[in-house]
Nanobody, 118 residues
Framework: QMVLEESGGGLVQPGGSLRLSCAAS????????MGWYRQAPGKQRELVAS???????NYGDSLEGRFTISRDNAKSTVTLQMNSLEPEDTAVYFC????????????WGQGTQVTVSS
């Protein structure tokens, strides 16, 4: 019943910034660890960043400092601020909601394309 809706993807030049947003509905937002993952062509899906209900964050390798994840529990949204973007950041970005207790729900958004190119 949890549904995730992403927005904010698009084309940006190297060095530019984008902000991705994900709105959750259907189940209590506070019950989920929220995260952003990405998948580039020919590569495995990888963690970009995650954030718990109380704001504890975790970042993928080499991403902390350029990317910032945040959440607004009142609005049931999670945001990924991406700065200093590089062509290597080009990927489909997915919003994720994970329930760390039974029944361990794991919900994915539809994905949004981020392309970094001049």
């Amino acid at each position: 019943q949890m549904v995730l809706e992403e927005s904010g993807g698009g084309l940006v030049q190297p060095g530019g910034s984008l902000r991705l947003s994900c709105a959750a509905s259907g189940r209590p937002f506070i019950d989920f660890i929220m995260g952003w993952y990405r998948q580039a062509p020919g590569k495995q899906r990888e963690l970009v960043a995650s954030i718990t209900s109380i704001g504890v964050t975790n970042y993928g390798d080499s991403l902390e400092g350029r990317f910032t994840i945040s959440r607004d529990n009142a609005k049931s949204t999670v945001t990924l601020q991406m700065n200093s973007l590089e062509p290597e950041d080009t990927a489909v970005y997915f919003c994720n909601a994970y329930q760390a207790f039974p029944p361990h729900r794991n919900v994915w958004g539809q994905g949004t394309q981020v392309t970094v190119s001049s």
